[in-house]
């Protein structure tokens, strides 16, 4: 690859040839080095020396894979963890630190994983037990970590404990899961659920067991059923397994429904939802006794005691679906819970500098001190960024990833959003989640289809003439092949903004910067990225751009509906 240039204006000529810029944009890229008012730091390395020691997801640059669409190695349409092996060499090419995983465990696949039917192994589509231990050891050799999806709040109805536990209501595991008599309500013939709780696709959360008369509780499919976490025996099991994949060189886990667990012990009717929105509640209700139960913190404070007695320590990274920030922070506790919390308020913001600024000012404002935030802007249950914020405009969405690198503490890129990857149309006779119904018309496949690896009829992604288990993107248009290729591609881009020393960081921000810029942003000549440091070393991202003298705010973007 072509170097970029040292430094803008070290070579005018070069550089105006090169980015195509103006030289009076040139002049004031000059006025702003001398002014200080760009910082030739990484700010998001310098979470590293808080005082509670290094934590290594501090300015780290998390990569989720979902697995069974990365690469397919047996050509079975899906994809697998010799896949992600294979996939190895171009993520520490990309300077990915830490690998998330979308559920490696033994599933029905209900809902594609995150029913779990054993906690200790592995997914037979997915590979065996010693290709999870040689992915760990492989990525190790690369600097990479491997982070796990642990799915606390519920299991499979499958799972050896839930089998047992509808067998009998004096069986052995009966207390494993939460279970009630049908309550008789004014005007009803017989017995109903206890209570108004919904569940994710919006009927009752609650499904009878004829054989024992009892309702039993599921807050997402009533093939899911939530498991009861006032059971001690239920703690005394996910430290086992947390132990397990700990032993086994696990780097951490992605907390499923992390603010989940606990529900309210006199299972007590949810209020309505009102105002609010997607993040607050759904079908009507306020989750308030479903969910964020304050008993959920001290599983976090134990686990927590476990991750810190590991070296390194294990990461512990929380989906907290919530759209208070404040509730957010709570996650991290005293700096005794969960290590990152996921932003839902932040992808969910509006794709404007005031939006994101705000949710980022906040967000920083209310997490304990020494804590790192972690941003995200896709993942499996959330239209890609590059089609919800960017309209697939490929400009937009390397904005939104120059954004995404260069904010302080943890990153988590999704794969595919190197590339710019959009959301796939996915025909209704091909769609494979059966949660659709309740997290949008169009369903979560749009965002899980197969890696686009090159430009082949398969995409790289699997033999030739094996139809893939989702249907393919426009490959033809972004792959990874012709942008690794192409010094000024996207996945260049974020491959410099991820990989680049401190001071590379900053003059390939600024080269890119200029004829991002210029060419790219709005017609603007350049990107103020940092403001100067704050007392506690942390260097904010301003989301305005310069044009001229004056700062100009980014256009508004209205999201896609
Ligand atoms: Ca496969």
Redesign the pocket.
């Known amino acids: 690859m072509t170097p970029y240039p040292t430094a803008v204006g070290s070579n005018t000529t070069a550089t105006i040839a090169r980015y195509g810029l103006t030289e009076s944009s040139l002049r004031l890229l000059g006025k702003l080095f001398k002014s200080g008012r760009i910082r030739p730091a990484a700010p998001r390395r310098t979470m590293d020396a808080k005082p509670k020691g290094p934590r290594w997801w501090h300015g780290a640059t998390l990569y989720q894979i979902y697995v069974r669409s990365w690469r397919?190695?047996?050509?079975?349409?899906?994809?697998?963890l010799p896949?992600v092996i294979a996939g190895l060499d171009y993520l520490q090419w990309l300077g990915v630190d830490a690998i998330w995983l979308s559920p490696t465990m033994p599933s029905p696949d209900e809902d594609w994983g995150y029913d779990v039917s054993d906690y200790l192994g592995v997914h037979p589509?997915l590979g065996t037990l010693a290709d999870m231990d040689k992915l760990i050891a492989e990525a190790r050799q690369r600097g990479i970590k491997i982070v796990l999806d642990l799915v606390p709040n519920h299991t499979s109805s499958a799972h050896a404990w839930f089998t047992d536990a509808r067998s009998g209501r004096e069986s052995a595991h009966r207390g494993y899961y939460v279970w009630a008599d049908p309550v008789k309500r004014e005007g009803e013939a017989g017995g109903g659920p206890p209570n108004n709780w919904r569940d994710a696709i919006g009927e009752p959360a609650w499904t009878m067991d004829d054989a024992s008369g009892q309702y039993y509780l599921h807050n997402y499919l009533p093939s899911q059923p939530d498991l009861n976490w006032w059971d001690p025996r239920v703690h005394e099991e996910f430290r086992d397994i947390i132990r397990f994949w700990f032993d086994r060189g696990v780097a951490g886990y992605r907390i499923d429904v992390a603010h989940g667990l606990y529900k309210d012990a006199l299972l007590r009717d949810n209020p309505p939802l009102i105002g609010g929105g997607r993040l607050d509640g759904g079908f009507g209700l306020r989750p308030v006794y479903s969910s964020h139960r304050p008993d959920t913190h001290g599983v976090y404070r134990d686990w927590r005691k476990i991750a810190d007695g590991y070296s390194p320590q294990r990461l512990l990274l929380g989906e907290t679906w919530m759209g208070d920030l404040g509730v957010l922070a709570s996650y991290y506790g005293q700096n005794d819970e969960l290590d990152l919390a996921f932003n839902l308020p932040f992808v969910f913001a509006e794709f404007n500098s005031g939006a994101l600024a705000g949710v980022v000012d906040e967000t920083l404002a209310k997490l304990p001190a020494g804590a790192s935030p972690v941003w995200t802007a896709s993942n499996h249950d959330i239209s890609r960024f590059p089609t919800r914020w960017g309209g697939g405009d490929e400009r937009k969405a390397r904005l939104a990833l120059l954004v995404l690198a260069t904010l302080p503490g943890t990153t988590t890129f999704y794969y595919g959003d190197e590339i710019a990857m959009t959301d796939v149309a996915v025909p209704r006779e091909l769609r494979r989640d059966r949660m659709s119904p309740g997290v949008g018309t169009e369903g979560r496949d749009a965002e899980r289809t197969p890696m686009q690896w090159d430009a082949s009829p398969s995409a790289g992604f699997t033999a030739e003439g094996v139809t893939p288990w989702l249907p393919l993107g426009d490959n033809a248009h972004r792959n990874v092949a012709a942008q690794r290729d192409d010094p000024r591609s996207t996945l260049c881009l974020v491959r410099d903004l991820l990989s680049g020393t401190d001071e590379t960081f900053f003059q390939t921000v600024s080269a890119r910067g200029s004829y991002t810029a210029a060419e790219l942003l709005w017609g603007h000549k350049f990107t103020n990225i940092f403001l100067p440091p704050t007392a506690d070393g942390i260097v904010r991202i301003d989301l305005r751009l310069i044009d001229g003298t004056e700062p100009a705010i980014l256009p508004e973007i209205a999201p896609k509906s």
């Open positions: 397919d190695t047996n050509s079975d349409g899906y994809g697998d896949g589509d």
